[in-house]
């Protein structure tokens, strides 16, 4: 398996875009999860899904940010309007419904200017 | 929430053992303990997990004491390549998904730099 995909691997816009992350999971695992990282806060788990629908979404910082998962491989993470503070990196992670260990994406490296 | 402490970096050289501890204290029975590998510009790794004892595979050992309260990621013989960010991390069982620890949070990491 390729393991979990995620483009772009870079995305440089402008404040108020609509930016969009898309994420192919692993085949066959039932979980899929979004992050952000930044040097000040972390590692921070915005939304996972289970077999598609989305579980807990606390993690989301506000309604400018969305996520969907309309089939078993693929998921999208956007946001709209995108501001500055939104840069980051934003991983995707899969895994089985029996297991705790996570596969992760490369991430996209967000910049908002 | 079981949350984590564990020192913010550490240095070694090659060839030592190295062992980064996690406090844990407010760990909940059915907790797994699990650790992760982060280099820069990637995603993190799964290294090893575990419930209690030790538990070793072909990368670490973890050592995890009776009280559950604390755990040791134990690395033989480091090299430069093992220059990384380390993450302890307990499972959090989610209130309305009933395949418990789902929630894995992850704290600050301990960052180790290996040196020649």
């Known amino acids: 398996d390729a393991g979990v995909i995620q483009s772009p691997r870079h995305e440089v816009t402008e404040m108020g875009q609509e930016v969009t992350l898309r994420c192919k999971p692993i085949?066959?695992?039932?979980?899929l999860f979004w992050y952000r990282q930044t040097m000040m806060r972390g590692l921070e788990l915005l939304i996972y899904?289970?077999?598609?629908?989305?579980?807990?979404d606390s993690g989301m910082p506000e309604d400018r940010f969305s996520a969907k998962m309309p089939n078993a491989s693929f998921s999208t993470l956007k946001i709209q309007p995108s501001e500055p503070r939104d840069s980051a990196v934003y991983f995707c992670?899969?895994?089985?419904?029996?297991?705790?260990?996570?596969?992760f994406g490369p991430g996209t490296r967000l910049t908002v200017t | 929430l079981a949350k984590t402490t564990q020192p913010i970096s550490m240095d070694s050289y090659e060839g030592q053992e190295v062992n980064i501890t996690c406090s844990h204290n407010n760990i909940a029975t059915n907790d797994y303990i699990t650790w992760y590998q982060q280099f820069p510009s990637q995603g993190p790794r799964f290294i090893i997990q575990?419930?209690?004892t030790k538990v070793t595979n072909e990368v670490a050992s973890l050592f995890i004491p009776a009280d559950r309260k604390s755990s040791t990621l134990s690395l033989p013989r480091v090299s430069l390549s093992d220059t990384a960010v380390y993450y302890c991390?307990?499972?959090?069982?989610?209130?309305?998904?009933?395949?418990?620890?789902?929630?894995?949070?992850f704290g600050g990491g301990t960052r180790l730099m290996v040196k020649p």
């Open positions: 899904f289970n077999n598609n629908v989305p579980i807990d």
């Open positions: 992670a899969s895994r089985l419904a029996a297991s705790y260990e996570q596969y």
């Open positions: 085949s066959g695992h039932d979980y």
């Open positions: 991390l307990v499972g959090e069982p989610h209130p309305t998904d009933n395949n418990a620890g789902n929630m894995l949070t």
């Open positions: 575990g419930y209690k």
